[in-house]
């Protein structure tokens, strides 16, 4: 019988999920600068452009949603990678801000929206019980490779010019993920014959099989509105600061090349907690890691206040990290959890058209709260009421019921 397809599965899901780094905000902030000057626009036009682009993508992740659980993962990979690659050397091809607004819905709504929640959804389809600790795994890996990006990317843009830079990035998306998915691509197991986690259930053994909701009916419990909030949170502050990367560093007094370095203690973060928080998933409380979650957001806008080269910046910036892995450790495996896996696409492609809606206003708040506050310290300070009031809301969330189903199918409420 043939092995467990499930782990090179995983590995191959982590690649594809690593190489939306040309379309995430830590993708597209070493290229801000040289696009503010080039294409002879203000920073609050390039925030705007990524708002319309984002927010543009983001609406197409439900009909991708529902296309992912009818066609399978295998077809909507192949060419969702084929059409990201044209995206982002067509991002290197921009002489105007229209230009730069079409580049942005399509490496956002393939990238960051489309490519993640595929790969995200392979995942979830091969594991259950194993499913945080598959997460935990992709997430460690996935970070880790994104952690090379701004440096990598700095680097091309430094040797090559940053058009060069977009089309290099376009060739490793193409060569590396679109043989790799035709190749060795699979929908779910039992189309191989194979099990979930690669356990076979004996013929003794009777497994209950979890709630499977249906996208109406997820959309009418308040849990999926807590968790879909809290991401959206996360999303939008985290872009946000993100985006505006450099001018807050350089605000708190670090250089260009500092700057560029505490990227790499918020990666560390963002890999310790998305193992840690995703492998915590089947283990404890919901409850308590959706908190917790919030928690290093809301200390991290709070630590601004101390931001200077050295201590004061790898604070910030871990605290960054470890709220932006906890919360895609979190929103990986707790739709699947809470809602089963039979529409876990659609329901994931509505929760993603509000995570990638909301990346889109991060920047432009931002842009705008430093116009208004004319000093980062106090935006930040405004900023960390967000994740307050978001940590208030994850107290009291409670696992998802379907109302007629029968009390012995149910796992009973978050403790």
């Not at 990201?84 to 921009?94: E, L, Q, R």
């Not at 996208?215 to 946000?240: D, K, P, Q, Y």
């Not at 605000?251 to 890999?271: D, E, N, R, Y």
């Amino acid at each position: 019988m043939e092995s467990f397809r499930g782990w090179g599965l995983l590995g191959l899901s982590t690649l594809a999920i690593s190489l939306t780094l040309p379309g995430q905000t830590i993708g597209v902030s070493p290229f801000t600068d040289h696009l503010i000057e080039d294409l002879s626009i203000s920073a609050t036009s390039l925030s705007t452009a990524y708002l319309v682009g984002t927010i543009t993508g983001s609406l197409a992740m439900p009909s991708i949603g529902r296309w992912v659980d009818r066609v399978g993962v295998r077809k909507t990979m192949l060419l969702i990678a084929t059409a990201f690659s044209i995206a982002i050397a067509y991002m290197g091809t921009v002489q105007h801000l229209w230009m730069l607004v079409v580049g942005f819905i399509g490496i956002r709504m393939l990238g960051q929206g489309a490519l993640s929640l595929v790969g995200q959804t392979s995942i979830a389809l091969w594991f259950d019980e194993k499913r945080g600790f598959a997460f935990g795994l992709s997430m460690t890996a996935s970070a880790g490779l994104m952690s090379l990006g701004p440096l990598g990317l700095t680097f091309l843009i430094n040797q090559f010019g940053w058009r060069w830079a977009w089309i290099f990035s376009a060739c490793c998306v193409m060569v590396l993920l679109v043989p790799a998915t035709w190749r060795w691509m699979v929908d779910r197991p039992e189309s191989l014959g194979q099990h979930p986690d690669g356990q076979t259930p004996s013929p003794n053994h009777v497994k209950v099989k979890a709630e499977q909701f249906t996208v109406s009916e997820a959309l009418h419990t308040r849990a999926f509105w807590v968790l879909t909030g809290v991401m959206v949170v996360s999303s939008a502050l985290i872009t946000g600061v993100t985006f505006h990367h450099f001018s807050l560093m350089e605000s708190a007094g670090l250089t260009t090349a500092q700057a560029a370095t505490v990227f790499i203690p918020q990666m560390l973060g963002t890999i310790a907690s998305g193992f840690v928080w995703a492998w915590l998933t089947d283990r404890t409380s919901p409850r308590l890691l959706l908190v917790s979650c919030q928690a290093s957001l809301l200390a991290a806008h709070l630590s601004y206040a101390w931001v200077k080269p050295g201590f004061g910046a790898a604070l910030y910036s871990t605290l960054l990290g470890i709220n932006g892995g906890s919360i895609r450790a979190l929103a990986s495996a707790l739709y699947p959890k809470w809602f089963g896996t039979d529409h876990i696409g659609a329901i994931r492609g509505v929760a993603t058209a509000f995570g990638v809606g909301a990346s889109a206003v991060g920047p432009l708040i931002v842009a705008v709260g430093f116009r208004a506050t004319g000093d980062y310290g106090t935006l930040n300070f405004f900023l960390a009421l967000v994740p307050a009031a978001a940590i208030i809301a994850a107290l009291f969330v409670k696992a998802p019921r379907k109302a007629m189903s029968s009390p012995s199918l149910y796992s009973g409420e978050i403790s």
